[in-house]
């Protein structure tokens, strides 16, 4: 027990921080008057949508502004001591030896040109002076220390041979070599899987714990910010607008900005009804569009009055520990709230009628790449082919109005079992029927009619638009060509669409370099739906996207599919928006989908062991929500080679559920067992032992 | 029960160039009286205390205001350190009575922790201090019992198997020679399970042991 009679210092304090930037407009404050503490074994979280601040804090810490950046006042005591003014001698010194950061993107921040071990012992090298073989020793150490397999190989490895949970232990493992007192964690698990994800922050944890750093920890994820701080500050348009411990918070949000945020997160709720999002209206205001002498958050907030656009609020604290930054704090009862007007909220899906005809009918469906093999003999055209089974004997029929949700690991198949629909890849056996049509030929070959009927919204709205083209000129680009309507109405039908994803007439002759996220990837939802298809594929359609952003997306898209009647397959990671946003659930895995059913039997036992997995990584927003604890061992396997037997048989949890071990799972594919008439799960255990495994989540 | 267990880590260091008002301001702002001086690597070069900052008033009298501001404004931490070696200093794995030991025995306030000449945290008597109250039980609320014993093998167990015969845990247990009676030992055992009255009862009737003092301690 470490108990203390006196408090030590904390390791960082930020006191009343300004930073602002030089830019063509002037001098703009990004970030105003932020203040907190982070003490030894404590995370903090940063909180808020893009574009609030939340890094620029974390570069006024370590002092990687820029040119035009600049702290204009404030103090930033680390350790005591005032970082404000120091030389850049001074704080290199500091960062490289008690401050370190990890980023977002794990490849970003490796060279691919060294190995793994050369990288990491030269921190030791350069920093405290090791011999070399000291340094390795110790590199080896920390690599175990935080869980790598293998570690004394990986140290020999390139980060290119690793996955991206590998890398990204790497690099943690790499900031703790130093033993830093402050961590800055800038979104560490955005990019990885929900499993790798649960794995990395169940390492935080125990990390913390036991190297007594202070963490700052800067996410947008309101579930990862549930399971690993303690303290959170929720940052809005540059002003911290409330700092709470974390139970506090998500028991009782305060700011109307964080109830705001909270309703627009999905939950794994069990009933529908809890999953409802209402997203907050608006956006956040350029730096230089921020209202001065009021309240920031008036011209979105629900409950703003005249003082608030004529007065700012100051961070006053409500209960001990607990402080917000407006004038109602703690007289607003979020559960009285009542979406207003402007924000329309369609109820989720209807449910599933098994009459409902078949739009989509795949059946034993398999797509595979060939790989080049490296035998001499293939260069004679005499060595044995090797195919990565990337779709491997796919089922689904999808009625016609409903919403079938794809999920999975990275590497699971879901993305190209879309561009096999969309005839981005051909199939290489099965059937594959739309509209009763065959579809098994690539696109190019496609009747346009086809084409028209079956249209795609693409994870990233940067990359599928034409830079050079108006939003306008691509939304009539599909109209045009598949002649939905006549030429002389292209214009008002591209207006009704804007009009339809909540963009006005203005927008028009817009570029999408004008356009934030969340417009671009309305745009491509009008794009998509302009041809007013049968069939539309979404592959990670919210994945890139802010949650307030996401909430309004995923609203956008189920009131547009009410009203054309359209249907949909939703590939998603997110198991929260899946669960909000379909009616039918496919899971899958290395290729098959293990299990079939209604979103709600999906969400209940019993489950298929892979999708319990799934449901108990996903970072829940509810401090006091328990969560079974269900890690799987490694990555997905090699779809070059698949496991004999049942494919997840390598990484199943429950395989000792079986008698000897699960020997039959290694050797048998699983039988397909019907738990109800739509829902049906793919493995040996019996549906009844299945049955009894208790819920993964209960809510307190 | 080793030093690395119950250290500070991330202690608050200067550099042998920052200067002697800083670190003045350092000390009382934060309430610490030591700051270990480091160099790049965290390299452990020098300590400094409360004392090396105070000046005799030797040199005291014989210099007027100004000069004194003059002369604090223009010192470096490297002018009043304790130098390198002369700093004592401790390993994680170094088990704590053998640190209370140094503390004691050098009249020293604090021993930064080096792991290989880097410092890794410090350990001061408030933190050695701070463990002696989590040995007798403080930071729990319960009874503490006070069992003077013939200093003979077998006398503790018979505590134990009395208590443990009555389903209690023992929360925290430490004892010491009895002072001025050669031949006993003090016992003192925190238990939070049973009430006072029950807690008398069963150590009362050990066999050739005496309960001289029972109270409620907490935090």
């Given amino acids: ?339 207003s007007e402007e924000i329309e909220v369609p109820a989720p899906g209807q449910r599933v009628a098994p009459e409902h005809e078949v739009v989509l009918h795949i059946e034993n469906l398999k797509t595979y790449y060939e790989q080049p093999s490296r035998s001499v003999l293939s260069l004679f055209g005499l060595g044995k082919k090797q195919y990565v089974k990337a779709v491997d004997g796919v089922d689904l029929r999808v009625p016609r109005g409903i919403t079938v949700g794809v999920v999975g690991e990275s590497g699971c198949g879901k993305s190209t079992l879309a561009k096999t629909i969309i005839g981005l890849e051909s199939p290489t056996a099965g059937v594959l029927q739309f509209l009763g049509f065959d579809i098994s030929m690539p696109v190019t070959r496609r009747d346009v009619q086809l084409i028209q009927e079956l249209q795609m919204v693409f994870q990233n709205p940067d990359s599928t638009m034409n830079p050079a083209y108006t939003v306008g000129q691509q939304i009539a680009r599909p109209l045009q060509r598949f002649k939905t309507v006549p030429p002389q109405q292209v214009y008002d039908e591209v207006i009704r669409l804007l009009h339809a994803v909540r963009l006005d007439a203005s927008y028009y002759d817009r570029f999408p370099s004008q356009l934030s996220g969340g417009e671009k990837q309305r745009v491509g939802i009008a794009r998509a739906f302009a041809s007013r298809p049968e069939l539309v594929l979404c592959d990670e359609p919210v994945s890139a996207l802010d949650v307030s952003v996401q909430a309004a997306v995923l609203n956008l898209l189920l009131d547009i599919q009410r009203q054309y009647g359209t249907t949909m397959l939703f590939i998603a990671h997110d198991l929260s928006v899946v669960r909000f946003f379909s009616d039918l659930v496919a899971v899958m895995y290395l290729g098959h989908i293990v299990e079939f059913g209604p979103a709600e039997a999906i969400y209940a036992p019993p489950y298929h062991p892979y999708t319990e997995a799934l449901l108990s990584a996903v970072p829940i927003p509810d401090p006091c929500a328990t969560q079974k604890r269900i890690r799987l061992e490694g990555n997905v396997p090699s779809a070059l080679n698949p496991p004999s037997g049942c494919v997840f048989h390598t990484r199943c949890p429950r395989r000792s559920m079986l008698p000897d071990q699960g020997k039959v799972c290694a050797v048998q594919a699983p039988p397909q067992q019907w738990n109800t008439e739509q829902h049906y799960i793919l493995c040996h255990i019996p549906l009844e032992a299945l049955r009894k495994m208790e819920p993964v989540i209960t809510s307190c | 029960m080793f030093v690395g267990d119950y250290m500070t880590r991330h202690p608050l260091t200067v550099t042998p160039d920052t200067s002697i008002v800083e670190v003045q301001g350092m000390m009382a702002e934060n309430n610490i009286r030591h700051v270990p001086v480091v160099e790049k690597g965290k390299r452990l070069v020098g300590l400094v205390t409360r004392q090396n900052l105070r000046l005799s008033p030797i040199e005291l009298s014989s210099l007027n205001v100004w000069e004194i501001t003059r002369l604090l404004s223009g010192l470096k931490v490297k002018d009043v350190m304790v130098r390198g070696k002369d700093v ?84 925290a247990a430490g004892s010491l020679p009895t002072p001025r009676k050669p031949g006993y030992w003090d016992v003192v055992i925190k238990i939070s399970a049973a009430t006072r009255d029950e807690l008398v009862a069963v150590l009362q009737q050990i066999e050739g042991q005496e309960l001289i003092d029972i109270r409620a301690t907490g935090p």
């Fill in chain 2, 88 to 171: 004592i200093t401790a390993r994680p794995d170094t088990p704590i009575e053998e640190a209370a030991r140094i503390l004691v025995t050098h009249r020293i306030g604090c021993l930064p922790v080096l792991e290989e000449g880097i410092l890794v945290g410090i350990i001061t008597e408030s933190d050695l201090l701070t463990q002696l109250t989590n040995l007798l039980g403080l930071q729990v609320p319960g009874w503490r019992a006070t069992i003077r014993v013939p200093d003979r093998a077998g006398e503790f167990a018979k505590i134990t198997a009395a208590v443990a015969s009555k389903g209690w845990g023992i929360d």
């Fill in chain 1, 1 to 339: 027990m470490q108990t203390r009679f006196h408090p030590l210092p904390p390791i960082l304090k930020v006191e009343n921080l300004s930073i602002s930037y030089a830019t063509r407009h002037g001098e703009v404050e990004a970030v105003r008057q932020v203040s907190f503490e982070v003490n030894r074994g404590m995370t903090l979280g940063l909180v808020g949508e893009s574009g609030c601040g939340k890094t620029t804090v974390a570069f006024g810490i370590l002092d990687f502004l820029g040119p035009n950046g600049r702290i204009v006042e404030g103090s930033i005591k680390f350790q005591g001591r005032e970082l404000i003014g120091r030389s850049e001698k001074e704080l290199r010194l500091l960062r490289g030896d008690q401050i370190t950061m990890v980023y977002q993107d794990p490849m970003q921040a490796l060279n691919p040109s060294l190995t793994i071990g050369e990288q990491l012992a030269e921190v030791l090298v350069v920093h405290r002076g090791l011999s070399h073989a000291e340094a390795w020793r110790r590199s080896t150490e920390m690599l175990e220390r935080v869980y790598m397999p293998d570690a004394p190989n990986v140290m020999k490895r390139y980060p290119h041979q690793l996955s991206g949970g590998q890398q990204q232990r790497v690099v943690i493992a790499m900031a703790l070599l130093n033993n830093p007192a402050l961590l800055i964690m800038d979104e560490p698990t955005t990019a990885l899987d929900v499993t790798v994800e649960a794995a990395v922050l169940d390492l935080i944890e125990d990390l913390k714990r036991d190297f007594d750093t202070g963490i700052i920890y800067i996410t947008h994820n309101l579930g990862v910010v549930a399971r690993v701080c303690d303290q959170v500050a929720v940052m809005y348009a540059g002003e911290l607008v409330e700092r709470a411990p974390v139970k506090a918070l998500f028991a009782h949000p305060l700011h109307p900005y964080t109830q705001g945020l909270m309703r627009c997160v999905p939950k794994l709720g069990i009933t529908k009804e809890a999953s409802r999002l209402y997203p907050i209206r608006g956006r956040v205001p350029a730096p230089q569009d921020r209202p001065r002498g009021a309240c920031i958050f008036a011209p979105r907030c629900d409950y703003a009055t005249e003082r608030c656009r004529n007065e700012r609020p100051m961070l006053q604290e409500i209960t001990p520990g607990h402080s917000a930054r407006c004038f109602y704090a703690g007289q607003i009862d979020p559960s009285a709230w009542q979406p």
